[in-house]
């Protein structure tokens, strides 16, 4: 079974960057469903972005044309590039993979977009 672990969390300012890394134990390659989420304090776990199938990749409308997904099979390593944050974007962001059946999830990072 693979373990997920998330890094590059933080604090940025309204209008920053950051790139989130989804580090796995094992290959990816054959892992088709691949996404983030992300949770607020009181919130509901959301969909950010997913990664299906064919490679597709469909984002959260609140999103587009801000964040992308994208894999390193090579490096075992899922990404998601965030830019021109906003502070509603603050939460706990998890790495997911479905594999067989089975949702497998990381410990999540922190990131805080404030001025």
């Known amino acids: 079974q693979v373990q997920l672990v998330e890094s590059g969390g933080g604090l940025v300012q309204p209008g920053g960057s950051l790139r989130l890394s989804c580090a796995a134990s094992r290959s990816i390659f054959s892992i088709n469903n691949m996404a983030w989420y992300r949770q607020a304090p009181g919130k509901e776990r959301e969909l950010v972005a997913i990664?299906?199938?064919?490679?597709?990749?469909s984002y959260a409308d609140f999103v587009k044309g801000r964040f992308t997904l994208f894999r390193d099979n090579a490096k075992n390593t899922m990404y998601l590039q965030m830019n021109s944050l906003k502070p509603e974007d603050t939460a706990v962001y998890y790495c997911?993979?479905?594999?067989?059946?089975?949702?497998?999830w990381g410990q999540g990072t922190q990131v805080t977009v404030s001025s």
């Open positions: 990664m299906t199938g064919a490679l597709s990749t």
């Open positions: 997911n993979a479905r594999n067989s059946g089975v949702n497998i």
